[in-house]
């Protein structure tokens, strides 16, 4: 089975293509010819996610596909960086940045908690289905490790004691939002298989 992924994110890819089973093929944007930024234009996952698959779908000749959109939720800063997660610091969309901005904000700030959120739009049969998967966790008082992206140097998640970025992929995989969301694709899309 063959299933477009609206993204762009490299990174994203990989955690997502390394969590299928074989017989689920992703189709990145760039097999599909679509090289262009994606708007994320609402104060949502969900709008967001929902946005983007309409987006692209709209623009190939593909009728099934998913998009996902995640943020770094913080309590501590009224749930900031959130929905705004990848452009925090500015439209650079810096990861160095965006880590700097929260590590300062939170300078002062002995509440520590944070969660990732991933939410998944599908649509299958011109109907859509969304997955949700929350990873929570604390927030470090400085950066540590260089693997995975955006916020995972200063991210330790539950039930750990080193960041996500000195995890490797698949240390991360075992724990992340993002698998837990495409855990529950990846079963809607075997049931979808057997019953279709
Ligand atoms: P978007 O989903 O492409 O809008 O961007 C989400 C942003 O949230 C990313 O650019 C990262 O800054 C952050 N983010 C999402 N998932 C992760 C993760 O697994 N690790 C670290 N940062 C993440």
Request: proline share 5%.
């Amino acid at each position: 089975m063959e299933v477009l992924f609206a993204t762009n994110n490299r990174h994203k890819v990989e955690e997502i293509q390394s969590l299928l089973t074989t017989d689920i093929r992703l189709i990145t944007l760039k097999e599909a010819g679509i090289l262009e930024d994606i708007p994320e234009p609402f104060e949502t996952l969900e709008d967001n996610a929902r946005a983007k698959i309409r987006y692209i779908l709209d623009r190939c000749s593909v009728s099934t596909g998913f998009s996902e959109d995640s943020g770094l939720f913080i309590p501590a800063l009224q749930g900031r960086p959130g929905v705004h997660s990848a452009h925090y610091a500015g439209p650079q969309r810096s990861d160095k940045d965006n880590i700097q901005k929260v590590l300062t904000e939170m300078k002062a700030t002995p509440d520590r908690d944070a969660f990732f959120q991933t939410t998944i739009c599908l649509i299958w049969d011109n109907k859509e289905y969304m997955f949700t998967g929350i990873c929570p966790g604390q927030i470090t008082s400085d950066p540590s490790g260089d693997q995975g992206f955006g916020y995972d140097p200063i991210f330790i998640p539950q039930g750990s004691n080193i960041t996500f970025a000195e995890m490797t992929l698949s240390e991360k995989n075992q724990v992340s939002h993002r698998k837990k969301a495409v855990l529950q694709l990846i079963d809607f899309l075997h049931q979808a298989k057997k019953s279709g």
